[in-house]
Structure formats: structure tokens, C-alpha cells
């Protein structure tokens, strides 16, 4: 399968080696692929050690995809795929996205949208003949490929999407991932509840004060 990882952050750094090495051809698309060479050094290192991931605007990454993957953060992600929705219309976009500002991460910061909407809902109306599947947003980007990290993989990652067939595509590539346990929450709708989980992870980890995302969330 080809499949375009769009965003150049954490989530990317983690699942283009693992479906690389799962046999699918990756594509990483991003804004200007010249500065995310220059001024993202995490990236340039996994390019090093990956020479055949293909670096890539948005367009001509999701191009040729039969699969997208939104990595990109979400405060900026609907703006920066809206633009692809004609490109995007029948492909799967499976949302991993979160409605959060990781790049000044504050626990008394709210979730947006949260409860009477969503990212994964708000990314299907900015891409009607897109078929959007949410999945990964409660999981920190390093146990995404790799879930026996956690309780040797004892645990559950959901879908959310209106579309069956793209849901079963997306939980065919968890399970290859190595996930056992892929439970179907139903439409796009249900991305409400896993986006408000995000909720708990912060200040659960204000408390204990650990790492999110390699950023230190302290109260």
C-alpha cells in the first residue's frame, strides 16, 4: 500500500519506519520539504537512516497515496488539508490528531473543539468525499507502532469513522501494527469521547509529572 504520513513531528518519526517496515511505500509530506531538512534535525536523522522515505509537499505526497495519515498538529490541521480536498476525495485519511497546542503545552489549557465537536468531525466536513477514520489520538506517538510497549500490548485502541470500509482498512494496518484489540466506537461522532480523553492524559501526567509528547507537563 502507498501511504502518505503528512506532518514531520513525532507521530511521522514513529510510523513511517513501521510501515516501512511492514512493506508499504511512504511518503512524508510537509510544508517545504527544503526547511524541514534544514531546521528539523529529528527528521533529517530518520531520513538519513531512511533513504527511501520520499519527502514531499502535502499535495504531491497525498497524491499518490492510497492512504493518508494527518500527523500534522492539530491546531493547524484543517487549514492545511482543506485545500486538498478535491485531491483527498475517495482516499482514506486516517486522523491522528489531537485539539491541543503541543508546541506551548499548559495543563490549564482547554481542548478545541471538545464535546460539541471534534477534529476528526470538523476534518470530514473540510473533506466531504474524504473518508476519515479517527484512531491513535489516546496513545503517545511512541506506542503507536510498538503497542506491547504498554502492558505488553494488553490494552485497546479505537476507530471513529462513518465509513465501514475505511474503518476495516485502517484496523487491518493497526492489527499489522501489532494492535489485538482494534474496538469500532462507530461515526466520525464518537472522535468527540477519544479527543476528551486527552483531558485525563494531561493532568494525569501533571500529577505525576512526567513527559507528554517530550514536553515536561508541570502544574
Not at 517545504?32 to 536523522?45: E, F, I, K, S
Amino acid at each position: 500500500m502507498k501511504i502518505a504520513v503528512l506532518g514531520t513531528g513525532g507521530v511521522c518519526l514513529a510510523l513511517a519506519p513501521a510501515f516501512l517496515a511492514l512493506g508499504h511505500e511512504v511518503a512524508v509530506g510537509t510544508r517545504v520539504p527544503g526547511t524541514t531538512l534544514a531546521r528539523n534535525p529529528a527528521y533529517a536523522q530518520l531520513a538519513s537512516r531512511c533513504p527511501e522515505l520520499d519527502l514531499r509537499t502535502f499535495a504531491e505526497a497525498a497524491a499518490g497515496a492510497d492512504l493518508v495519515v494527518n500527523a500534522i498538529d492539530g491546531p493547524s490541521c484543517v487549514a492545511a488539508l482543506t485545500p486538498l480536498a478535491g485531491l483527498l476525495a475517495g482516499r482514506v485519511v486516517m486522523d491522528v490528531s489531537s485539539p491541543y497546542d503541543w508546541s506551548d503545552p499548559d495543563p490549564e489549557a482547554v481542548l478545541d473543539p471538545v464535546n460539541t465537536d471534534s477534529l476528526g468531525e470538523q476534518l470530514q466536513r473540510a473533506l466531504p468525499q474524504a473518508r476519515v477514520v479517527k484512531t491513535f489520538n489516546t496513545l503517545v506517538a511512541d506506542v503507536m507502532p510498538d503497542p506491547a510497549a504498554v502492558g505488553n500490548g494488553d490494552h485497546t485502541v479505537f476507530v471513529s469513522g462513518d465509513d465501514t470500509a475505511a474503518k476495516e482498512v485502517v484496523t487491518d494496518l493497526l492489527k499489522a501494527l501489532g494492535w489485538q484489540d482494534v474496538l469500532d466506537l462507530g461515526g466520525i461522532r464518537t472522535a468527540r469521547a477519544t479527543e476528551m480523553m486527552l483531558r485525563m492524559f494531561i493532568d494525569t501526567s501533571a500529577a505525576l509529572g512526567t513527559y507528554v509528547f517530550g514536553f515536561k507537563i508541570v502544574r
